[in-house]
């Protein structure tokens, strides 16, 4: 997995829980195991074929602090995001 900004990467090993979009991508996905994500505070983009998924977050990524939660983020269950667009990758 390239592309991972280090400072919201405690989500990126985690899985998240995808709504909209491509079948492939729905569900519940564990973004360690996908080719190529790239990660903001506000969105998520995922590569697809000759593109990129774009995802926003409906629950704001919680930063995770180990000491205070004794190895668990705080939420339940896995980070919602919404797919709000597709762009193509300039060929």
Do not use: Q
């Amino acid at each position: 997995m390239r592309g991972i900004d280090n400072s919201i990467s405690a989500i990126t090993v985690n899985s998240v829980h995808l709504e909209g979009g491509p079948s492939t991508l729905s569900g519940t996905v564990v973004l360690a195991d996908l080719n190529e994500v790239i990660c903001s505070a506000e969105k998520i983009k995922i590569r697809l074929g000759n593109g990129y998924e774009h995802y926003e977050f409906i629950d704001a990524p919680v930063p995770f602090d180990a000491s205070a939660h004794d190895g668990e983020s705080g939420a339940s269950g896995p980070l919602k995001l919404r797919w709000v667009g597709r762009t193509k990758i300039a060929e």
